[in-house]
């Protein structure tokens, strides 16, 4: 009998724990009649299967094709093993070792079956904020450490009860070895407390906390990977106090929908939209809106788009249930500072925002914002990549030793990498003050020790002054600490998540970044490899008067176009952004850039857009980075099909010097005209499409590229992405573009990442 059977060991790794993977192999050998174990390992998974070879073949083959729905298969090792004459299959304890290669899930939202018993009036879940099973629910805030079992999750404080247990340890249980397994009598339960933290006196806080919330107040939600400040969309007193007391002036804010059609009532959702909405990461889409909606005009003021999601936790879909609309769920922190995880931490730090704080008991290990996309040019376009799609590594072409970039200073990621797999962070945020460095550190800490990714070489941005370069020194000591330029991290991050390799022509377009000759970049034409670039072309350098006072006032930067444009001529000083500026304000600034006092020149594309802006009355300041541009972009109508003049020097063996002064002249000339803001926008970003077009087909002549990668905050923009992959395509271009992650600053890590190993391996 024994000879007629053939035994192997698999280990199999990949996003193989949390997603009912080992439930799944054991029903999967109890269908071909095979015998053996399954374990989890630090590694993965690791099963001994024992039979006849045809059926061990089948089950093998069976593996990809029916894997759990959260399951992702990287890799299958097969090793003949000895038969032992297993008597039956089993799933036995998971087995430490001195190596960590497990990918783990991220955190995804409940599935249809679990809703359906949470809505079930006699089913002992309902109603219950907790439900989930081995195919949804919290993952990776709450892992201390692998391998994934409960007691090394938040879960491991509350003790299944005996049913639960049961369900546990049922092999046809949907909650077979289902972690976060709990019910009303033995799990995680909801409080509704007041700004002090005494709890409310009520049978359900849920309901409570709705009736609250259509008052008019604002109520501080735990979720999956942070707090919430919630108010009724609808209500615009309250979203007024919730900004007010926020500090946060007119930036979007995210809305949440309980169904498609909520959604579509309010906004335009195509197949494309209803793809991303329902997607198991449940991301807040950007979504057009309607005219004439409920939702109060402070939502989204001045901006064609909503931001939107659908509930993705119990407790959202509960409290949807009393009917809004949408409510605002918006990332609760002030402005600047990570989003609070911890209830006596939201207790403190939301005090003065909140009315209500409706609380939970299971701990949050590590936050992570909601993550943003889009649909722009044919596909999926990552601007915050959060929860939902951390920590699952962007593959690339070829391995790498362990690097740990650091990434920028705004919309900050880290990154770490093993063999071909990279790891990019959740959003961490713009690294301004010590909680956000804080933040910072932890995640750098908690990836290092989940992954177990020892460092060899540490990566960084050019700018000294940036928190995670000063990080980066720190750790640098006996290994090597490589410094990266910004926009070469950008071109870099494109073709590393492309599996590309150089030279490639790379348009690096966004606000900031230290430049290789102390200048600050940000229109930048790239040739491209990982190790190494060259400045092929760049828009003309102006002073940035104030430096970073000229981000927060556009108009200062509508100033600097002008003069360079126009010279001493007085008659730019007549248009009508300069009337509500102090005209001794105008002389100052004149005086700094001349005299070369605190302004840095700029080559920066993204502060081009700002001065537009400002030149055409729309924004002389801004309440948040990037609000010039981005209205810039909503106004331009679509009809016009004109644009300006432009120009560029080629002297040979120096960068191409793009000129700003025919384009300044032309938007000037259209104000003067009486043109509409509307007219104009179009045909600036007409021309900028033009321009980038020609330039690089006259760069492909020079060079024999025909290779062009987009990447850079100012990609973003989706009038500008859309006609320039339509042009470069048209002219026979191989185009990259970002969808994993972010084309902004989000993406630097990955850029860093790849550069810096690429470096040493060079020396």
Known sequence: MTDALTAKRLEINGIVQGVGFRPFIYQLAIRHGLKGEVANTATGVSLTIE???????????????????????????????????????????????????????????????????????????????????????????????????????????????????????????????????????????????????????????????????????????????????????????????????????????????????????????????????????????LLERRENTPIAGSVSPRNRYFGIMLPYTPLHHLLLDAG??????TSANLSEEPIAIDNAEAFHRLGQIADDFLVHDREIYLRSDDSIVRYSAGHMRSIRRSRGYVPVPVFLKENLPPVLACGAELKNTVCLTRGNQAFV?????????????????LTVDHLKRILDIDPQIVACDLHPDYLSTRYAKERGGSIPCIEVQHHHAHIAACMAENKADGPVIGLSFDGTGLGTDGTIWGGEVLVARYHTFTRA??????PMPGSAAAIREPWRMALSHLRAAFGEDPGFRALPLFRPVDRQQIHVILAMMDKQINSPLTSSLGRLFDAVAAIIGLRGKVAFEGQAAMELEMIADDAESGHYDFSWEDHGDDPILIQNAPIIRGVVRDVNAGLSPATISARFHRTLIILFDQLCRHLR???????????????????????????????????????????????????????????????
């Not at 809004?324 to 769920?329: S, Y």
Request: aromatic share 6%; charged share 25%.
């Open 537 to 542: 072309a760049h828009l003309a350098t102006v």
């Open 51 to 285: 039979g006849p070879e045809n059926d061990l073949r089948q089950f093998i083959d069976d593996l990809p094709a029916r894997k759990p729905p959260l399951a992702h298969i990287v890799e299958v090792a097969e090793i003949p093993e000895a038969v032992k004459g297993y008597t039956a299959f089993s799933i036995v304890q998971s087995r430490s070792s001195a190596s960590r290669a497990t990918l783990i899930s991220p955190d995804v939202m409940v599935c249809d079956d679990c809703l359906a018993e949470m809505r079930d009036p006699l089913d002992r879940r309902f109603g219950y904020a907790f439900i989930n099973c081995t195919n949804c629910g919290p993952r990776y805030t709450i892992i201390d450490d692998v391998p994934y079992d409960r007691p090394k999750t938040s879960m491991r404080h509350f003790t299944m009860c005996g049913q639960c247990q049961a369900e546990y340890d049922d092999p046809d249980n949907r909650r077979f070895h289902a972690q976060p397994n709990a019910c009303p009598a033995c799990g995680p339960r909801v409080t509704l407390c007041d700004v002090s933290g005494k709890t409310v006196d009520t049978a359900d806080p849920i309901a409570e906390a709705a009736n609250r919330l259509k008052q008019g107040r604002i109520v501080a939600v735990k979720g999956l990977g942070g707090f919430h400040l919630a108010v009724d969309a609808t209500h615009a007193g309250a979203v007024a106090r919730l900004r007010q007391r926020k500090h946060r002036e007119e930036k979007p804010l995210a809305l949440m929908c309980s169904s498609l059609d909520r959604i579509r009532a309010i906004a335009r959702v195509g197949i494309a939209e209803e793809r991303l909405l329902t997607a198991i990461q449940r991301p807040i889409v």
């Open 425 to 441: 962070s959740q959003h961490i945020g713009d690294l301004e003050n010590r909680a956000t460095d804080e933040f910072f550190r």
């Open 324 to 329: 809004f609309v949408a409510l605002v769920m």
């Open 701 to 763: 002549t020079a060079t024999g590229i025909d290779r062009v990668a987009l990447s850079g905050g100012v990609f973003q923009n989706h009038r500008l992405l859309t006609g320039l992959t339509t042009a470069l395509e048209k002219s026979g271009f191989d185009l990259l573009t970002h969808r994993l992650v972010p084309a902004n600053d989000g993406g630097l890590s990955l850029g860093q990442a790849v550069v810096a190993a690429a470096k040493v391996n060079k020396l």
